[in-house]
């Protein structure tokens, strides 16, 4: 009786001792679905959903713009949002399958603003710049345009950029045309965009501003009797697009088709030519 009882304990042990590594092996191999510690796999393709995604889920495309720069957006008449940015966003969106929501912000606060996630991209006639390109991606670009020199119709002494040394120039800070006039000595005075600048320009609160030649014809077309003059303009064109946080190529491809489908449709020159009278996106 104690061999057998012997013999039935061993065998006991050794199935417990089985078991138990039995479990182990399978908690080794796999985790059950949903838990914690999925597999790389699994967590990669949880976690994959891109901002093109998240927007046609959402049915929605978040855009900032300002809303007060004209003729690329502003308010008309009626209190609507409208202006050729606006419209251009607003097909693309359309062609994304979404609606668009715009998001107005000053044009101070508009890379913050897309820092931030408050939008998914920004449609403001913002240029291409180099040292932009480093922080942030851009669509092809949808508008071409020359920056101008805008003085008072009384003023004699500004014939050129280069005089604009130690005059008073009205800029937003983070535009590139505040550029180009510092580069020409100009001192600068903050504005919140281009009807501010000529604002101060007809008062003669300043003396010039280097701002956008389109701006320009389109403010001359709605009010021709403003005494105010182009006088210089640059050599180089500025190129500007959508704007983007950098790893959504998804998101910037969709909108890259969007827009050529809108040239070779002719949709985008009918927008153009709306507001400007002409192509403007060469």
């Known amino acids: 009786m104690k061999k057998s009882s012997l013999v039935l304990a061993l065998l006991l042990a050794f199935t417990m001792v089985a078991a138990a590594c039995g479990k182990n092996n399978n908690e080794g191999a796999a985790s059950p679905a949903g838990s914690a510690s999925a597999s790389p796999s699994a967590s990669a393709s949880a976690g994959g959903k891109t901002l093109l995604d998240t927007i046609k889920a959402n049915g929605k495309i978040r855009i900032g713009t300002e809303g007060t720069y004209a003729p690329f957006t502003f308010h008309d008449k009626d209190g609507k949002l409208t202006g050729f940015d606006v419209e251009i966003a607003q097909e693309v969106s359309k062609r994304l399958g979404v609606e668009p929501e715009f998001i107005e912000t000053k ?29 942030y991606d851009f669509s ?46 100009a001192e600068i005075v903050q504005t919140e965009g281009f009807n501010q600048a000529i604002e101060l320009l007809l008062s003669k609160r300043i003396d010039a501003t280097v ?46 088709k969007a827009l050529d489908e809108m040239k070779s449709d002719g949709t985008y020159l009918k927008i153009s030519e709306k507001y400007f009278g002409a192509d403007v996106s060469k």
């Open 107 to 135: 044009w101070d606060g508009m890379f913050a603003g897309l820092d931030a996630k408050r939008f998914d991209t920004v449609a403001n006639e913002v240029s291409i710049r180099d040292d932009r390109k480093e922080k």
């Open 140 to 185: 092809n670009p949808y508008i071409v345009s020359k920056a101008v020199l805008i003085v008072h119709q009384d003023n004699n002494d500004i014939k050129k950029l280069a005089d604009l040394k130690g005059k008073k120039a009205g800029q937003s800070l983070t535009s590139n045309l505040t550029d180009i006039a510092k580069a020409n000595g």
């Open 211 to 256: 701002n956008d030649g389109l701006s320009f014809l389109d403010f001359k077309k709605q009010k021709p009797d403003a005494p105010i003059k182009i006088v210089d303009e640059t050599s180089d064109a500025s190129h500007s697009a959508f704007l983007f946080n950098k790893g959504n190529p998804e998101l910037i491809e969709a909108v890259n």
